[in-house]
């Protein structure tokens, strides 16, 4: 089945060390994003990835960085976590038609990371 | 004004009753406008998306889109207690590529 794949689903970090959480898709979807979401909270838009082309958000902090190499993966780096950044980190994959209104977007499992 | 604004619950139905979600959206351009279920400590399921005025029916599901009123609902016909969690209303960001805005979630309860 095609699918959004999200590694680790759970990741524990201590504070200050990088760490790297990755998504692969085999939907063959151009556009993917990464979401934070804390707890109660609705996912929050870190940036995302429109082909190559990347967008980052105003208000992302410039400790969150992403890589995409290919159309298939699609990295989140945080450079040095503090303990606000515990969360649940989300990717999504979109496929953009161009004219179309249709932008479903699909949710991986999603990556739980604790910052200790 | 929050763009996507929801009441965040807790909506409790009992089991086999209708649950009626609501949601209001503040950009009047805005053109998709989608459903996603999240059971506790999960991702978010897209269940709906609706792009023109009136119903749209998918099981027990059906999603209810008013443009002029900027108004979307869900409506979860025979409610199971499978059905609780939470239910995010989310639309399209007009004019800013792909974004999604999401409201904040209403909790749905279905009891047994």
């Known amino acids: 089945d095609a699918m959004v794949i999200q590694n680790p689903r759970y990741q524990v970090t201590q504070f200050g060390k990088p760490v790297t959480l990755s998504c692969s898709q085999t939907?063959?979807?151009?556009?993917m994003y990464w979401y934070q979401q804390k707890s109660s909270q609705a996912p929050k838009l870190l940036f995302h990835y429109y082909d190559k082309d990347f967008n980052n958000e105003a208000d992302t902090p410039d400790n969150f960085q992403s890589r995409r190499p290919n159309t298939s993966f699609c990295f989140l780096d945080i450079r040095s976590p503090g303990l606000g950044d515990a969360a649940m980190y989300l990717c999504a994959t979109s496929r953009d038609q161009g004219a179309s209104l249709i932008y479903e977007q699909y949710f991986g499992p999603g990556t739980r990371l604790t910052v200790t | 004004q929050k763009e996507v604004e929801q009441n965040s619950g807790p909506l409790s139905v009992p089991e086999g009753a209708i649950a009626s979600l609501n949601c209001t959206y503040s950009d009047r351009g805005s053109q998709s406008f989608f459903w996603y279920r999240q059971y506790s400590g999960k991702s978010p399921e897209l269940i709906m998306s609706i792009y023109s005025n009136g119903d749209k029916e998918d099981g027990r599901f059906t999603a209810q889109l008013n443009k002029a009123s900027q108004y979307v609902s869900l409506l979860i016909r025979d409610s199971q207690p499978s059905d609780s969690a939470t239910y995010l209303c989310a639309v399209i960001r007009t004019g800013g590529g792909n974004k999604l805005v999401f409201g904040a979630g209403t909790i749905l309860r279905v009891k047994s």
């Open positions: 939907l063959n979807h151009n556009v």
